[in-house]
Nanobody, 128 residues
Framework: QLQLVESGGGLVQPGGSLRLSCAAS????????IGWFRQAPGKEREGLSC????????HYADSVKGRFTISRDNAKNTVYLQMNSLKPEDTAVYYC?????????????????????WGEGTLVTVSS
């Protein structure tokens, strides 16, 4: 069974940090680009970041650029999202998604709603 599982969410004070993990089971992430998304109550899902399958290309939304860092460890079949300088407006359920790019497009990625596999999400709450 192909599955993505997010972990690492929780309650953190403004200005604090969290590291989210996205672990794959049932398949290897080597051939997949991975995106991170979030959805706050009453808002649409927002694409935050993406990393290509080799890890040499990353993309960030303006809302998190300079604060969040995406990385991957293919040996551990896991992708991470390091979140620093967290703000109350970062409160949301965070999701990861995997997408197998078509031939010739492995060098780039963009987080988009039609990615192949999705996790169930992990809740991040930023509050004092």
């Amino acid at each position: 069974q192909l599955q993505l599982v997010e972990s690492g969410g929780g309650l953190v004070q403004p200005g604090g940090s969290l590291r989210l993990s996205c672990a794959a089971s049932g398949f290897t992430l080597d051939d997949y680009a991975i995106g991170w998304f979030r959805q706050a109550p009453g808002k649409e899902r927002e694409g935050l970041s993406c990393i290509n399958n080799s890890g040499n290309y990353t993309h960030y939304a303006d809302s998190v650029k300079g604060r969040f860092t995406i990385s991957r460890d293919n040996a551990k079949n896991t992708v991470y999202l390091q979140m620093n300088s967290l703000k109350p407006e970062d409160t949301a359920v965070y999701y990861c998604a995997a997408d197998k790019p078509p031939p010739g497009f492995q060098h780039i990625c963009v987080p988009y709603a039609g990615m192949d596999y999705w996790g169930e999400g992990t809740l991040v709450t930023v509050s004092s």
